[in-house]
């Protein structure tokens, strides 16, 4: 079963850092794209990152450029998102999700989100 | 990158059919098939429904169909059922400045 897995979310301060994690199993997760995604409390959905299977490609939304870094560790099935210079706009649940196989060109797996919450 | 446009509520009886559209512009809907739509229901993730703008993966029910006319994608549930219920978002790829952009997400409610 494909599984995604999500931590590291927290409260944290305007200007501060958080690194979450997107643990993966059930597929050979080095084949993989993988993608973070964002949610505002009670609103809608927008793209954060993208990181290919090699790492060899990695983008942004502008509106995280320059503040999070992306990175994968393939021999443990893991992706991550160091997150810097925070501001109140960044609280939402980050969920990573997977592009399916053969370009498909769509998130066909999801993990079930951690929120992260930017507060003074 | 602007969200892509959708509206913000769409309803319908059980058994009846109702089309969510989504619109964009020629650097993204227009410009690519890989248009997408999303399923979410309260406090869970969202769920694929739509691939490429038509394809259905696997599992998901035949009364989902999409389709794409210039630059506004469209998301046809037919049948409608009391479980069809909740958030839909579209998602198209916009190039490799951009990447991805959703859509403003739309609320169905089954009367």
């Known amino acids: 079963e494909v599984q995604l897995v999500e931590s590291g979310g927290g409260l944290v301060k305007p200007g501060g850092s958080l690194r979450l994690s997107c643990a993966a199993s059930g597929f050979t997760f080095v084949g993989y794209n993988i993608n973070w995604v964002r949610q505002t409390p009670g609103k809608g959905l927008e793209w954060v990152s993208y990181?290919?299977?090699?790492?060899?490609?990695?983008y942004y939304a502008d509106s995280v450029k320059g503040r999070f870094t992306v990175s994968r560790d393939n021999a443990k099935n893991s992706v991550y998102v160091q997150m810097n210079s925070l501001r109140a706009e960044d609280t939402a649940v980050y969920y990573c999700?997977?592009?399916?196989?053969?370009?498909?060109?769509?998130?066909?797996?999801w993990g079930q989100g951690t929120l992260v919450t930017v507060s003074s | 990158q602007s969200a892509l446009t959708q509206p913000a509520s769409v309803s319908g009886s059980p058994g009846q059919s109702i089309t969510i559209s989504c619109t964009g512009s020629s650097s993204d809907v227009g410009s690519y098939k890989f248009v997408s739509w999303y399923q979410q229901h309260p406090g869970k993730a969202p769920k694929l429904m739509i691939y490429e703008g038509s394809e259905r993966p696997s599992g998901v029910s035949n009364r989902f169909s999409g389709s794409k006319s210039g630059n506004t994608a469209s998301l046809t549930i037919s049948g409608l059922q009391a479980e069809d219920e909740g958030d839909y978002y579209c998602c198209s790829y916009a190039g490799d400045s951009t990447f991805y952009v959703f859509g403003t997400g739309t609320k169905v409610t089954v009367l």
């Open positions: 990181i290919s299977s090699s790492s060899s490609y990695i």
């Open positions: 999700a997977r592009e399916g196989p053969s370009g498909m060109t769509a998130f066909d797996y």
